[in-house]
């Protein structure tokens, strides 16, 4: 049967995951109150669980868009863990984009959507461009004009996409 994985029903599977991951949360709640004093890990945790409750679901359905979800959700929790804990909370920004683009490639990998390795290129295009213009490598005007013109390219290459989709 197509609802069943070895005899046993799919929503069986995500209902006991489901139970698992709140233990797992209430768990790390707890060690969030009385060990870890970062009073924003819980919000990570959370993120980094419901993006493994939505990679589960999506595997087991066959669900591209709750695959990239989970993903990014997971990806998520995981640069804030990271930058939380190594004091780099100045550069969020740079972690979030990083977290887009592994969702996108791993999403391009496992599900071979090409809009994804489309969305990845941009987006590493705008991270380099970023993390120049944080470390003060480039100025504010020659980050704008590149930005600006790579938006507009962008634009123009889903736009021959979508038309070229049509025909």
């Not at 990806?75 to 930058?83: K, L, P, T, Y």
């Not at 990083?98 to 290129?121: K, R």
């Not at 013109?149 to 025909?167: D, G, Q, S």
């Amino acid at each position: 049967m197509r609802g069943r994985i070895n005899g046993i029903k799919k929503t069986y599977i995500l209902r006991t995951l489901v139970v698992a991951l709140i233990l797992l949360f209430i768990g790390f709640i707890l060690l969030n109150i009385f060990i870890i004093p970062f009073p924003t890990l819980w919000f990570y945790a959370f993120c980094f669980l419901l993006g493994i409750f939505e990679v589960s679901k999506s595997r087991l359905f066959k669900l591209d868009s709750g695959f990239y979800l989970g993903s990014l959700l997971i990806f998520v929790g995981i640069s804030g863990f990271v930058f939380t804990l190594t004091k780099t909370n100045e550069f969020w920004y740079l972690y979030l984009m990083f977290d887009f683009f592994l969702a996108s490639f791993l999403t391009f990998l496992v599900c071979g959507q090409y809009f994804h390795l489309i969305f990845d290129f941009s987006i590493i295009f705008v991270l380099i461009f970023t993390s120049l213009y944080t470390f003060s490598l480039i100025t504010l005007p020659i980050f704008i004009a590149f930005l600006v013109t790579f938006l507009l390219l962008f634009i123009l290459i889903i736009c021959l996409n979508f038309k070229w989709r049509e025909k």
